[in-house]
């Protein structure tokens, strides 16, 4: 069974940096994409970021220039999150998607201070 697993949230203050990291229990190439994904209280879950085993990269509106999102290991990925504002406040979760799949760690929390 494919594992997804988050880390590195926690709390910051506005302006801040976190680096969140999500470790696959299989290969990332062998997703089509993968990303990341958070969820404010009282919200819906919305993308944040996305990338492809080629390396083309998509990122939401409202993290563009701030967030990057990479991979570090062939089961390894990063999402760097610069110049954080309180409402980058979520829980932030790893997605991999392969086929009709979708594989979905437990979430990391991130809570940004203003």
């Known amino acids: 069974q494919v594992q997804v697993v988050e880390s590195g949230g926690g709390l910051v203050q506005a302006g801040g940096s976190l680096r969140l990291s999500c470790v696959a229990s299989?290969?990332?190439?062998?997703?089509?994409?993968m990303g990341w994904y958070r969820q404010a209280p009282g919200k819906e879950r919305e993308l944040v970021a996305t990338?492809?085993?080629?390396?083309?990269t998509n990122y939401a509106d409202s993290v563009k220039g701030r967030f990057t999102i990479s991979r570090a290991s062939a089961k390894t990925a990063y999402l760097q999150m610069n110049s954080l504002k309180p409402e980058d406040t979520a829980v932030y979760y790893c997605?991999?998607?392969?086929?009709?799949?979708?594989?979905w760690g437990q979430g990391t929390q991130v809570t940004v201070s203003s």
């Open positions: 997605n991999g998607r392969r086929g009709g799949a979708n594989y």
């Open positions: 990338l492809t085993p080629g390396g083309s």
């Open positions: 299989e290969p990332m190439f062998s997703f089509n994409v």
